[in-house]
């Protein structure tokens, strides 16, 4: 199993980028995926997450209405659509899946995933 993250770089306040994630996973029926970020010198937290099979989506109170996360069947990849880029997004981005269930307060938990992608940074100048 791996993940193949891109799309990072610098890009201005108020700008935006998307995130791919390549996923080369033995089945996708029961999978859902994430993305979580870590900032210099604070922890790893989540930003947001979408289950392969429904396509549900989740994001943490921050980057709602800013950030869409999306899945592209015949690609095997998710995709994260930043917009409106601030400082505060400014970190290192890495993709995630887990296989089995998909409640919130599983996909939330960056313990619960299983499988990580190398990550890649993003900066926000102000």
């Known amino acids: 199993v791996q993940l193949q993250a891109s799309g990072g770089g610098l890009v201005q306040a108020g700008g935006s980028l998307r995130l791919s994630c390549e996923a080369s996973?033995?089945?996708?029926?029961?999978?859902?995926m994430g993305w979580f970020r870590q900032a210099p010198g604070k922890e790893r937290e989540f930003v947001a997450a979408?289950?392969?099979?429904?396509?549900?989506?989740y994001y943490r109170d921050s980057v709602k209405g800013r950030f869409t996360i999306s899945r592209d069947y015949a690609k095997n990849t998710v995709y994260l659509q930043m917009n409106s880029l601030n400082a505060e997004d400014t970190a290192r981005y890495s993709c995630?899946?887990?296989?089995?269930?998909?409640?919130?307060?599983?996909?939330?938990?960056?313990?619960?995933?299983?499988?990580w992608g190398q990550g890649t940074l993003v900066t926000v100048s102000s």
């Open positions: 995630a899946a887990r296989e089995g269930g998909s409640a919130p307060n599983q996909l939330f938990r960056s313990l619960s995933y299983r499988y």
């Open positions: 996973l033995r089945t996708f029926s029961n999978i859902s």
């Open positions: 979408i289950t392969w099979r429904g396509g549900t989506t």
